[in-house]
Nanobody
Framework: QVQLVESGGGLVQAGGSLKLSCAASGLTFPKYLMGWFRQAPGKEREWVASIGRSGRDTIYADSVKGRFTISRDNAGSMVFLQMNRLDPSDTAVYYC?????????????????????WGQGTQVTVSS
């Protein structure tokens, strides 16, 4: 049974930082592309970032580029999202997801419907 469990969310002031973690189990973690998505109240789910299987390749949405960093630890089956210079517009539930098929160079890696497994989400609230 595949499980993705996010943690690290919380309340932070604008300009602050948070680091999200996602622990994966029940899958051969190094074989999966990993992504972070977010969904704000009343808005559609938005892709944030993805990381390739080796950890060398990363891609980011324009809205977070230069502020967020995605990384992974294949030995520990973990993926992380370091979020700096947070803005109230970053307030959302953040989800990690795993995809067996695509790579970061394929456009499909930016769309949630292509990911096989999802976590339950962790709330990030940025106050102004």
């Amino acid at each position: 049974q595949v499980q993705l469990v996010e943690s690290g969310g919380g309340l932070v002031q604008a300009g602050g930082s948070l680091k999200l973690s996602c622990a994966a189990s029940g899958l051969t973690f190094p074989k999966y592309l990993m992504g972070w998505f977010r969904q704000a109240p009343g808005k559609e789910r938005e892709w944030v970032a993805s990381i390739g299987r080796s950890g060398r390749d990363t891609i980011y949405a324009d809205s977070v580029k230069g502020r967020f960093t995605i990384s992974r630890d294949n030995a520990g089956s973990m993926v992380f999202l370091q979020m700096n210079r947070l803005d109230p517009s970053d307030t959302a539930v953040y989800y990690c997801a795993a995809d067996r098929k695509y790579t970061t160079t394929h456009p499909a890696s930016r769309f949630g419907q292509n990911y096989n497994y999802w976590g339950q989400g962790t709330q990030v609230t940025v106050s102004s």
